[in-house]
């Protein structure tokens, strides 16, 4: 396998998936296709990151029955090679939240969360010295509330206008601060995927794969449950069969208090999403082709500011047409 020769056909290749932070081409070989995943130009960080994924994925392969394979990687240039996975993503089968999952997939949820709680730390790449002490479930939602404020905290004038006009706080993460000092229990730091929702499982004839281990964490389990909650948004039977089949597959000490706690880190994802589609949702608003389509996107930004808002104590939402008019106003028409 030339990997250079494959990395120079997916560079130039026009039709590659982009997520936030990768852009990812299927590249045929005469031994089968590949995946070759490269780094999106400029891409800004939203999300906490602690390894590199072609790391993670190493570290994983003996313990994650349903990850990708990492073929090869490479730092200069940047770019990973997988194993290519066939099969359709999940949000293609089930496209929302009224839409019930494959019991494959629900079944393969519960192993995914079961193998991750039982990942050895030691296997996995060392973390930072200053990353939170093992347990420290305070300390870990601390951290991550710290990057919600860096985000939030890094606006130019502009975004720093747009978030005055939405009734987003300097800080809007106070209150929550004040609730992880006192109601969080204290459980064993686990490997936590941080980003598994529809998007990023893919459906073949025997199991689902897991995408996308960029966000890979070490830090308290129940978060991970949680932010697989809120990004996938599931209906209340498939929301009721995931908490189950979560509550069997974690070990006992990774289970305390975990029902009193959930509910912290689902108003954690609540306030981030607002805070981070302000800038996501605000650009694709300033870019919208059509006024329809910047009425729909101005609505999604509304429902995820008004289910935030009681978590910074704030007062109600602007209405669709007034994030529209702030959107304009801030960022202008066709802002990139």
């Known amino acids: 396998m030339d990997s250079l020769a494959l990395y120079e056909k997916a560079r130039t290749h ?30 800004e960080s939203m999300d906490l990151t602690l390894w590199p994924e072609s790391a993670v994925l190493e570290a994983i392969q003996p313990y994650i029955s349903r990850a990708p394979r990492l073929l090869h990687t490479s730092a200069d240039p940047e770019f990973q090679i997988h194993g290519f996975v066939e099969g359709r993503r999940v949000d293609e089968v089930s496209p929302d939240s009224g839409t019930s999952l494959p019991q494959i997939v629900l079944d393969g949820l519960e192993q995914l969360f079961g193998e991750m709680l039982r990942v050895p730390g030691t296997a996995l790449p060392p973390v930072p010295s200053d990353w939170p002490q093992d347990g420290d479930t305070e300390a870990f939602a601390l951290r991550l509330l710290t990057g919600v404020r860096e985000i939030r905290s890094r606006a130019d004038s502009s975004l720093e206008g747009l978030y005055q006009d939405l009734g987003i706080p300097a800080d809007p993460c106070g209150p929550l601060s004040e609730r992880a000092a006192g109601e969080l229990s204290g459980r064993p730091f686990r490997l936590l995927h941080a980003d598994i929702h529809r998007k990023n499982m893919i459906l073949d004839e025997a199991a689902v794969v897991f995408l996308d281990w960029e966000l890979a964490l070490w830090g308290d389990p129940v978060y991970d449950l949680a932010d697989h909650l809120h990004k996938t948004a599931h209906n209340a039977s498939d929301r009721h069969r995931v908490l189950a089949g979560w509550e069997r597959a974690a070990p006992a000490e990774c289970r305390l208090g975990w029902q009193d706690n959930l509910g912290f880190y689902l108003a954690y994802e609540e306030m981030k999403s607002a805070v981070v589609d302000t800038v996501r949702w605000g650009r694709r608003i300033a870019l919208a082709p059509t006024a329809h389509e910047r009425l729909t996107l101005a609505e999604e930004l509304r429902q995820k500011l008004v289910r935030a808002s009681p978590h910074w104590h704030g007062a109600a939402s602007p209405e669709s047409p007034e994030i529209i008019d702030a959107v304009l106003h801030r960022l202008g028409p066709g802002v990139g």
């Open 14 to 43: 026009k039709g590659s998936l982009a997520g936030f932070y990768h852009h990812n081409v299927r590249v045929d070989t005469d031994t089968g296709p590949v995946l070759v995943r490269t780094p999106g130009p400029g891409a």
